[in-house]
C-alpha cells in the first residue's frame, strides 16, 4: 500500500493537480489497517475507511464512491493497490477527464495498452469476456471490465449500482452509457501483482454472473435507445 500511495502522491505533485487518496480497507487482518494509520501520519491527503469485516469488492467500491462524493471530488479514478496497475497511467485518465469524457476506460486492448507478465489464461479470458460483452451490447469499447478508470462525480450520483461482485465493473460502464455520459478508451498497461493476493476467483458462478448481466445490461440498452 505504501509503495503505491507514495507514487501518486508525487505523480499529482508533478503533475499539478489536486488530490485526495481514499483506501477503503475491507477488514484486512494481514496488518493493512496498522500501515494505513502509520501513513496517514505522513500523507496529509490519506483518508482510510474501514470496514469492520471483509464484505467484498463490490462493497468496498461502493464505500469509495460514496466517501468521494461526500468529499465532492471532481472526479474519482479507481485502481488496485498492488501496483499491477501502473501509477503513471493515471495521468491519461486524468486528462481524458479534463478533455470532456464523463468516463474515462483504463483499457488494456486498444493501441498502446497491454498485459505485462499476466499468464497466458487470464489473458484469454479477459480477452475473450471482453470480446463476447461487446459483441451481444453491441458496444465498441475493448475492455468493459476494467478496474482501472476515472469517472466524472456526475456519473456517480447519477447511477445505482446493485451488483455484488466483480461484474459491478461491466454494470457501471453500461448504465453510465445508458444514462447518455461519454465513455472513452486509453491506453494502459497491467503487470502482474507485487504483492498480496486476488480475491478473484475465475468460477462457474463468476461466468453464470456475468452472462446474468449481460442479458440485464441488453434490457438497459434498449430502453436508452427506445
Known amino acids: 500500500m505504501t509503495p503505491l500511495i507514495t507514487a501518486v502522491v508525487a505523480l499529482s505533485a508533478h503533475q499539478l493537480f489536486s ?19 502509520a501513513l496517514q ?6 483518508d482510510v475507511v474501514q470496514h469492520p469485516s471483509n464484505r467484498g469488492f463490490a462493497r468496498a467500491l461502493k464505500t469509495g464512491i460514496a466517501e468521494a462524493c461526500r468529499q465532492q471530488c471532481d472526479a474519482a479514478v479507481f485502481m488496485d493497490s498492488d501496483l499491477s496497475h501502473r501509477p503513471q497511467d493515471l495521468t491519461r485518465l486524468v486528462a481524458a477527464i479534463a478533455a470532456g469524457a464523463d468516463l474515462a ?35 465498441p469499447f475493448r475492455d468493459l471490465t476494467t478496474g482501472y478508470r476515472a469517472v466524472r462525480r456526475a456519473v456517480l450520483e447519477s447511477i445505482v449500482l446493485g451488483e455484488d461482485s466483480f461484474t459491478i465493473q461491466l454494470e457501471s460502464v453500461v448504465k453510465a452509457v445508458a444514462a447518455g455520459f461519454t465513455v472513452v478508451e486509453v491506453p494502459i498497461v497491467i503487470g502482474r501483482r507485487c504483492h498480496g493476493a486476488s480475491h478473484m476467483t475465475y468460477s ?5 454472473d456475468y452472462w446474468r448481466l449481460l442479458l440485464s445490461c441488453r434490457r438497459w440498452m434498449k430502453v436508452s435507445r427506445s
Not at 501520519?41 to 490519506?46: C, G, I, K, M, Q
Not at 495498452?113 to 470480446?131: K, Q
Not at 462457474?204 to 453464470?208: I, K, P, S, W
Open 19 to 37: 488530490l485526495r487518496v481514499i483506501v477503503v480497507d475491507d477488514g484486512s487482518t494481514d496488518g493493512t489497517g496498522e500501515e494505513l494509520v
Open 41 to 46: 501520519r505522513a500523507v496529509a491527503v490519506l
Open 105 to 139: 476506460l483504463g483499457s488494456r486492448f486498444v493501441p498502446g495498452g497491454g498485459m505485462d507478465g499476466v499468464p497466458w489464461w487470464r489473458v484469454l479470458i479477459s480477452r475473450t469476456g471482453n470480446a463476447f460483452g461487446r459483441i451481444v451490447l453491441g458496444l
Open 204 to 208: 462457474v458462478r463468476l461466468f453464470h
